[in-house]
């Protein structure tokens, strides 16, 4: 069998899956360049974000050698939570939830904002936007694999 048919025969779900890992790894290796490098402090809802995210960065390879698409249901649970806390943690952010909801009273302020990136991305958006990449990801693999 020629090199171009097993490319032709590898399913596009495949690739979706792939690059859902190749961002899932760049985002647990940027957060540990975070907090072990510059040494930025790690509030709780950063933890629970990192909860979500570091196991994809182990489970999405079990599932592409060889593929197996059932995984993307068990990703697709993970980046929802790791999504949602991230979503709570801008709105946070933004002052948009009242004091009395702030998971992070003691120890690390949640709201408090050390790093921005081009003025506007700081680290909650970021990791909102990598976990909304990381679901139309999953989704869209879930469609090529029941087409």
């Not at 090199?3 to 690739?15: A, F």
């Not at 949602?84 to 009242?98: E, I, R, S």
């Not at 904002?113 to 909650?124: A, C």
């Amino acid at each position: 069998m020629s090199k171009q048919n097993t490319l032709d025969q590898t399913p596009r779900g495949w690739y979706l899956l792939f690059a859902v890992w190749v961002i899932a790894t760049a985002g647990t290796l940027i957060s540990l360049f975070f907090s072990e490098v510059v040494q930025l402090p790690v509030c709780v809802l950063c933890w629970y974000q990192r909860i979500a995210m570091y196991p994809l960065v182990l489970m999405l390879p079990l599932a592409l050698f060889p593929f197996e698409p059932k995984v993307i249901r068990y990703a697709g649970v993970l980046t929802a939570f790791g999504w949602l806390t991230a979503l709570f943690h801008v709105l946070l952010v933004a002052g948009l939830v009242p004091e009395g909801a702030q998971p992070c009273v003691a120890g690390i302020p949640c709201s408090e904002i050390k790093f921005t990136l081009f003025g506007f991305l700081n680290i909650p958006v970021m990791s909102l936007l990598t976990f909304s990449l990381i679901g139309i990801l999953l989704y869209y693999s879930k469609t090529q694999e029941s087409s």
